[in-house]
């Protein structure tokens, strides 16, 4: 058992090391996208399911379409000096079939519902993979953006940590000036110890946002990339009307749930077919003689051709075939109260969703705002310290309003970015 446990820990070892020698990857926002898709086990088994329904619909489809066959066979009964053998109806001591056989339905409309019924399916198969599509892409933008803001918040936290420790330099130049009391020195050490556990609290939150993304977009462990900032480029947020439009027209939830009803309609109409009757045909050309040849012994042609129609009627199952219509109808009934609900939730969801970004979108410039205002109230606060004029919790106090309005502003950046993408998730890229 140790000996496992030391070869798991080399391999994890040798993976990390060869993780580090690989040259950093620089990754922007499509890069990470695309590059999820492709190793998303979630997204891949979406779209395998979506392959998998398609091919039920190609293999419906084909259930309506004439079959041709090659037959052959040979069956041996036992002679007791009659022409036929021991067994009266296999027509002789040796029986040879060989034969093609067209087949076809000329009313089935059971195979017809069913062909239906698998179109809808793949219809809501492709929604699904559509959902699962935007899911993902969703989750990236969040993981993406939150490396982004992790590296700025580490970038403000060591801004801050200087802006302390040079106020610790201008409260010990004070004190050997006979300026101010040690009391403040103290205060300032103490502000330049914290900023220091900010700035590793923040160093370690940039360390795991990094690898909650790399698990998204690498299939191998690697920590050595890489990400754009382009916080400030956004999209600008349409009218609300179009993004109403767009949710309407490419919304997979609602394709999703309108295909599922479809679905449940088409099988009904196959459960009702059972109790209807169908009618085939099949037509056969070759041979079923005694002799495997073109011509029997006397002379007589062997290779012929024969058609029969066939008609199935429904007299009696037990009442099997109305239940399953039942069933249908239940599943019908169920599916066309999910498509209410989801229309339901799709316009409520449209409206929190659009608010939600057009609030973040208008927060920022007052975040901006707030922050340039920070910065000048620390400017301003420490030259009144300088000057004798304020004390050191009021530049404390600056301090720590000017980290939060840097993180605030980088946040706000952030939360539209995450608005737009929860947003597009209903609509689609716009």
């Not at 019924?117 to 953006?145: P, Q, S």
């Not at 803001?149 to 936290?157: E, H, M, S, T």
Request: net charge negative; with cysteine.
């Amino acid at each position: 058992m140790r000996d496992v446990t030391l070869t798991a820990g080399v391999a994890l070892v040798a993976c990390a090391a060869l993780a580090q020698a690989q040259p950093a990857v620089p990754l922007t926002l499509p890069d990470a996208l695309e590059r999820a898709r492709a190793n998303a086990p979630a997204l891949l088994a979406a779209a395998n399911a979506a392959l998998i329904a398609h091919e039920d619909t190609v293999q419906a489809k084909a259930a309506l379409l004439p079959t041709a066959n090659w037959f052959n066979q040979f069956i041996y009964t036992q002679p007791n000096s009659t022409p036929t053998g021991v067994f009266v109806p296999n027509d002789g001591p040796h029986v040879y079939y060989n034969q093609a056989n067209v087949h076809g339905d000329i009313f089935a409309p059971g195979k017809r519902a069913d062909y239906h019924r698998a179109e809808a399916a793949e219809a809501v198969a492709r929604a699904k993979a559509d959902i699962a599509a935007r899911g993902l892409a969703a989750t990236v933008v969040e993981n993406y953006y939150g490396l982004v803001v992790g590296a700025r918040r580490y970038a403000n936290a060591q801004q801050s940590q200087r802006e302390a420790e040079q106020f610790l330099d201008i409260t010990e130049k004070q004190e050997q000036g006979g300026e101010v009391a040690h009391s403040d020195v103290v205060t300032a050490e103490i502000l330049v110890e914290q900023r220091r556990r900010d700035t590793q609290d923040a160093q370690l939150a940039e360390q795991k946002a990094r690898l909650g993304l790399a698990v998204l977009v690498f299939p191998e462990f690697r920590q050595d990339f890489t990400v754009a900032d382009d916080l400030a480029s956004a999209v600008a947020l349409p009218e609300f009307p179009r993004i109403q439009s767009m949710a309407t027209a490419n919304n997979p939830d609602l394709r999703a749930a309108m295909a599922t009803v479809q679905q449940q309609e088409y099988e009904i109409k196959s459960a009702r077919s059972a109790l209807y009757p169908t009618l085939s045909v099949d037509y056969f050309f070759g041979i079923e003689a005694n002799q495997y040849a073109l011509h029997d012994y006397q002379g007589h042609n062997n290779l012929g051709s024969v058609a029969q129609a066939t008609l199935n009627v429904p007299l009696w199952t037990w009442g099997a075939a109305r239940s399953r219509v039942r069933q249908s109808e239940l599943r019908l009934r169920q599916a066309q109260a999910d498509l209410s609900l989801t229309q339901r939730e799709l316009l409520a969801n449209l409206y929190s969703f659009y608010q939600e970004a057009d609030l973040a979108s208008a927060q920022i410039a007052s975040l901006r705002r707030s922050l340039d205002l920070s910065t000048e109230s620390l400017r301003l606060t420490l030259l009144r310290y300088q000057a004798g004029e304020a004390t050191v919790l009021e530049v404390k106090d600056a301090q720590t309003t000017l980290t939060q309005a840097r993180n605030a502003a980088d946040d706000g950046l952030v939360r539209y970015r995450l608005a737009i993408a929860t947003l597009q998730t209903l609509t689609g890229a716009f």
